[in-house]
């Protein structure tokens, strides 16, 4: 649970093996901010029963998944795509009133789109009621794309191997040789390679690292690592019952009635299952570490746990969905202190810590490796940059969501990460989910640079999120461990339980988000879900946009609390021309006294198919300019709704404030729908 990674499923969505700490070098490209959001589903305003969602047994999703396979080429042409481009079933859940959720990726002529995967709403009734698509370019006009390559794949392998010698791998080849593929996950789609190479990281951790490489330029574009790393008598959570099996005169750590999971001995190894654990009686360990069988009771205990409340809770019975396990190996490698899931093998493996003596193999700790599995089959979160942190946050909210819903006496449920496996040495915590800062690394709240972070680290504001949203801003003592939660804007948050904000999560992970979804698009999809299942006016809509706004990303309803400031507003739309002159929406500023604040709050709200030909600019009653945005080519993504504060310190506060946007390139429309200030 340091730094995690993860593997690419056979799809080509892009997503990583997961561990539970940081480790290696994280890729890419900087990262999107707040504002930019994906397209999202339509809002239906549907009330709790009808949108939660519905268990479905494995023939059941065998059944939609055959359905959407067989309707995909209709499903295709509705949805406007191009003669070259064709959808591949990669997953799909449906809620209690009937409505499903299809998550599909994409082909043109035949090369796998990478950021390319879209989520298609449908009721019971069979109308398509909202699609989320990880990018809206349209895949047209893109004549002889195929045939554009100027590198040679070697060229493409030489960049990989390079790329994968900076993370510690040895290897002199590509374990997977150069494929092309059509690279749209930064907006432009580009004809691209996408190259693997095997070998062990700096840590010891396994290495599958996926590097793209311009076709046409042989710059490298995207990097990606593919391993995402993250508890009988078991050490962390005293005497438990474990699902085993007996065969002939032995019992196997089988477990029968969770889809088949067993754990397996790497006895020190590093390659292979390992040895499924058999013993002639059925107990397991004796508490400590130095029994080989206590580290795989815990592994073995926290599988069973994190599948129970897959299903109990959410109704997804395994992993994928399919009521198949996945299977856990401990002992890996001599003092690894480290543990990770890995979708090639579909398996949890768990090294045994500092000295052999601290195994990883703690409740939140499989629940967070597990989590990994879920993400790989649903919304495939890229393991870099904003949605890379995001990937991470999943893993330790549910592996949190885990130890709770396993109220077990000897790990009783916190909102601390690891803080069993005593990761560093002193008792403390490898993360914190109030205060995600207090590690010294993770940060509190969104800023620009988060993309550029560990993904362990860009973890923390999502995590931060999910505390408040559940329990609250400021102190309060849980499970007899005293937690103070601040905000980034100094307004309280009033949590709704974990039970809802669990729910609130995986509904947008599932359904939602996609490959590319950063937190502005995590924001969007999660109050999209908010008011699917409590309504838009709800006070569980008002605290998701509350915690939000708490860690800096979007707008608290109605520019705050009461008696907290003065909020002028304009919603008159105003379109936007194409690469034309500026447009601008005034706003009268009355009543209010003296000069303007040296944090005046704007919100803005702009509709737009390409955000990056935007440059939006705030002018004061003055006549002076204070630019909010720049355009970039790099900001592929579609919508402004984002937050800015501006030092307007010299300006007299009455007057006409103006916000003045300008579209400077071609091909791409949108409007103005609202803006705001906050004194």
Known sequence: MRPTHRRATATGALVAAAALLAVGVQAGTASASPENTAASAAVTGKSAPGAAPAALSPSERAELLRQANATKADTARSLGLGAHEQLQVHDVTKDRDGTTHTRYERTYDGLPVLGGDLVVDTSKAGATEGVTKASRVELKNLKNFITDAAVAPAAAEKSALKAAAAQGSAKTSADRAPRKVMWLAQGKPTLAYETVVGG?????????????????????????????????????????????????????????????????????????????????????????????ETAAADAHYGAAETWDFYKNVFGRTGIAGNGVAAYSRVHYGNAYVNAFWDDSCFCMTYGDGAGNADPLTAIDVAGHEMSHGVTAATAGLNYSGESGGLNEATSDIFGTSVEFYANNTSDPGDYLIGEKIDINGDGSPLRYM???????????AWSSSLGGLDVHYSSGPANHFFYLLSEGSGKKTINGVNYDSPTSDGLPVTGIGRDKAQ????????????????????RTGTLAVASELYGATSAEYKSVADAWAAINVGARPGGGDPGTGTVFQSTTKVAIPDGGSAVNSPIAVTGVTGKAPAALKVDVNISHTWRGDLVIDLVGPSGKTYRLKNSSSSDSADDVVASYTVNASTETANGTWKLKVQDVAKQDTGSLNSWKLTF
């Not at 005169?249 to 754990?263: E, F, K, P, V």
């Not at 390659?271 to 400590?288: A, R, V």
């Not at 609130?504 to 988000?513: G, H, M, R, V």
């Open 200 to 292: 062990f990281q700096d840590d010891g951790t396994p290495s599958e690292l996926h590097v793209i490489t311009d076709a046409t330029t042989g710059k490298k574009l995207f990097e990606r690592q593919a391993v995402e790393t993250g508890v009988g008598n078991t050490e962390y959570s005293g005497k438990v019952t474990l699902g085993t099996t007996k065969s002939g005169s032995n019992y196997t750590l089988t477990d029968g009635g969770r889809g088949g999971h067993q754990t397996f001995n790497l006895n020190h190894g590093s390659s292979g299952k390992g040895t499924l654990y058999t013993n002639t009686t059925d107990t397991w360990g004796n508490g400590l570490a130095s029994n080989s």
């Open 434 to 444: 109030d205060k995600p800062s207090k590690d010294g690394a993770s940060k509190d």
């Open 503 to 522: 729910l609130i999560w995986y509904k947008a992970l599932t359904e939602k988000f996609t490959s590319t979804t950063n937190y502005a698009a995590a």
